[in-house]
């Protein structure tokens, strides 16, 4: 393996991951991000024989300023400084890249790929920026070695150094060599990401975790997900159904084994109330609920006891922040989690129509717990009457046939209850479900449902029974929220995605025991999770979100509380050990004590130090080092005749260049036609084969070589020669 390629190839791969890794991490636009992963294609194309042409040294020098002043000006046009900062960390990367000429420039490039993880690091990054990581452990103690090899033969060739036979370092050839880097360098260098590994680790769990990336920046998540607004346009929505990103996770307690691949569980988070033809709104405002600290419970009819079934649930950043309820839930449980040390506090609040929201910019979503209690209990919200006319509404426009339809399905059952039931059969049985309904862009789009396409999306189903119910003086709301998820067999929870928003009906029923009550008159194939469970990518897809769930929690969650509950759990473990052992008492007590073994263990430290340093002072150096190795005396009689040669070169203005290798020198002068170019191929060659072919040069040959040189020395080139001669 050449010297030169592999030290390319693991600074490019070091440059790369560095990149990726603040790309990832960023809140940079789609945009943005696709013209940086092409700019760094490119700047890792570029030739290195390119790299010292003019246009390419003018952009070294251009194109920095440029950037500067770039990103100076939207800097000041109102951009985020952090986003302004990170796109020009990675766009000067990519100029250094394409436009690099030796050692120095790869230092360069290493030290900017450190300062991007650095920034990845802060930005709090995810399981890609985890690979990055992993990644650039592996690579950097290879690419830092290569380089400082590299900046070493560079250096002492700028110096004039000579190698062990007088010649000067020829650092064409080195970089060319086969035999500066070998797999046994390779290996070693990347298994030196080991240690490197375990003492980073060491520092992560030890060192105080006070949410320093949060605290410095108090960054908004870039990536949050649009899965819910303040209003529903039945013209607009039904296309997230295709959308596969993870909203949240969810695991229910005390699920039977093996577990369903697919479990439909309505988690609801908004509803609307008001509806003008085409879009349904909210006619209320917010009420504060309160400010919990982590591990407090909030009830939202009373305090959970143990008759309840406990749903554990990860949300994603979604906007808006609404927090997920199962059917049924009687109280809401945060569980411990990272937040902003400066900045809002994490809290609750409790919206209309029984929503809840959590605000505070230091949250990365949320986690909780919500406690559901069983069917037999009654949970009854009373309906204010000054409330109910909200529930009735309908628009002035609304045709009269949508109010005849619902009598004709309906009239015929003796209670409310029933009544609802027979439109949502009617709903789920008669009618297809489809995405992309032909009513959308109708002015009367249920209408348009009803009677004449009889095909849409979850939207227009929960639209027109809601309006039925109101024709029929049964109090209704429009509900969203996620309908179900899909099993993940590596993190064990159930996967919600986007995809699976879905949208039901809840209708006041004036009965002591009902109340609200949901009904989803969708049919079965729009109302369950439509993603597949089975097939390779479902396999990779499925790992790759385990491992993401993984690094979030225990990772970019693993906060101070964390830090605090892990010592005190070992703590408890080693006097638990103790006990055993029967170490607590008598002398034993005092010698395994915590303290006292922490002191041993600093005090042989400080000894095996003291012990190393003394085994390394410049006297045991001095009285133990090896003598030097000496050089083969035919090796140095080459050498000193191949110097006399050099300089009878200088003397004719023909001198060899320290880049230039000799053979290649001598038939260069013989491809210009030089007076004496047979002369100096011919000695050149005689060099060549008693330095590296083993052939002696005895005293005849010594003085025949030395008596061309002088020949060489002595020769005058005639006038017309002179002129043509380069």
Not at 247 to 262: C, G, H, I, M, N
Not at 352 to 380: K, M, N, W
Request: net charge positive; charged share 25%.
């Amino acid at each position: 393996m050449r010297f030169g390629l592999v030290h390319r190839i693991m600074t490019d791969a070091l440059a790369a991951l560095g990149v990726l890794a603040v790309v990832n991490t960023a809140s940079m636009s789609p945009w943005t991000t696709g013209l940086v992963i092409a700019g760094l294609a490119l700047a890792l194309a570029v030739p290195e024989s390119w790299q010292s042409r003019p246009a390419l040294r003018h952009l070294a020098t251009i194109g920095p300023l440029t950037l500067f002043a770039v990103q100076g000006v939207r800097l000041l046009a109102g951009r985020p400084a952090l986003d302004v900062a990170v796109e020009f960390a990675a766009i000067l990367q990519i100029i250094r890249l394409a436009t690099r000429r030796g050692a120095a420039h790869d230092q360069q490039i290493i030290v900017l790929a450190l300062l991007h993880f650095v920034a990845g690091t802060v930005l709090g990054g995810g399981i890609s920026y985890g690979l990055c990581f992993i990644g650039f452990l592996i690579v950097a103690p290879g690419a830092l070695v290569l380089s400082h090899l590299r900046r070493e033969v560079e250096g002492n060739y700028r110096q004039g150094a000579r190698d062990r036979t007088g010649l000067p370092v020829d650092v064409p050839r080195i970089l060319r060599s086969r035999r500066v880097v070998g797999r046994g360098f390779l290996a070693t260098t990347c298994l030196l990401s080991v240690p490197i590994f375990l003492f980073t680790a060491a520092l992560f769990i030890l060192f105080p975790r006070v949410g320093l990336s949060l605290l410095l920046l108090n960054h908004r998540n870039g990536d949050r997900m649009i899965g819910f607004s303040d209003r529903v346009d039945l013209g607009e929505v039904g296309a997230i159904r295709d959308v596969p990103a993870l909203a949240l996770r969810f695991d229910v307690e005390d699920l039977p084994e093996p577990r369903p691949q697919k479990l439909t569980l309505r988690l609801r988070g908004t509803a609307f109330d008001k509806y003008d033809g085409r879009r349904w709104e909210r006619t209320q405002s917010k009420t504060h609920l309160g400010g919990p600290k982590s591990n407090d419970v909030l009830a939202i009819s009373r305090q959970p006891d143990g008759r309840d079934r406990k749903v554990s649930i990860e949300l994603e950043p979604i906007e808006p922040t609404v927090v997920f309820l199962p059917p049924r839930t009687v109280a809401l449980q945060l569980r411990t989690q990272q937040q902003a040390i400066v900045g809002e506090s994490l809290e609750l609040a409790k919206g209309p129509e029984g929503e809840v929201r959590y605000s505070g910019e230091g949250a990365h979503g949320l986690r909780y717990d919500a406690f559901v209690t069983t069917d037999r209990e009654p949970i009854v919200e009373a309906l204010p009457p000054a409330d109910r006319p909200r529930y009735l509404e309908l628009p002035p426009d609304t045709p009269a046939r949508i109010a005849d339809l619902a009598h004709e399905w309906a009239d015929g059952q003796p209670t409310a209850y029933l009544k609802a039931k027979a439109i949502e059969e009617h709903l789920k049985h008669d009618f297809k479900y489809q995405l992309g309904s032909p009513s959308g862009g109708k002015p009367q789009p249920v209408d348009h449902f009803l009677f004449e396409s009889k095909k849409g999306h979850c939207e227009f189903f929960s639209t027109a029974m809601a309006i039925m119910l109101r024709e029929l003086g049964i109090p209704s709301r429009n509900v969203t929220g996620f309908v179900g998820g899909t099993y993940n067999r590596f993190g064990r929870y159930y996967a919600v995605r986007q995809g699976d928003a879905h949208s039901w009906v809840e209708a006041y029923l004036d009965d002591p025991v009902h109340g609200w009550v949901t009904f989803d008159p969708t049919p079965t194939s729009g109302a369950q999770p439509l993603q597949d469970t089975t097939g390779a990518w479902v396999y990779v897809r499925d790992l790759l979100e385990a491992l993401s769930q993984r690094w979030n929690r225990y990772v970019i969650g693993y906060d101070l509380k964390t830090q605090v509950r892990i010592f005190e759990d070992l703590s408890k473990r080693y006097e638990r050990l103790r006990a055993d052992t029967g170490a607590n008492r008598g002398v034993a007590e005092k010698v395994t004590r915590p303290s006292v073994l922490a002191g041993v263990l600093l005090v042989a430290a400080l000894g095996g130090y003291v012990i190393w340093r003394r085994r390394r002072s410049p006297k045991a150096a001095s009285t133990g080092a090896p003598p030097s190795p000496r050089v083969d005396p035919k090796l140095e009689l080459a050498t000193a005749l191949y110097r006399t040669l050099e300089l009878a070169l200088a003397t004719q203005g023909v001198p060899r260049p320290p880049s230039l290798p000799p053979l290649r020198h001598a038939e260069e002068l013989a491809g210009r036609q030089h007076p004496l170019a047979d002369t100096i191929l011919a000695l050149t060659n005689r060099y060549l084969e008693a330095r590296f072919g083993g052939v002696q040069i005895d005293e005849d040959e010594q003085r025949d070589f030395e008596r061309r040189v002088k020949e060489i020395r002595s020769y005058r080139v005639a006038p017309a020669a002179a002129d043509s001669a380069p």
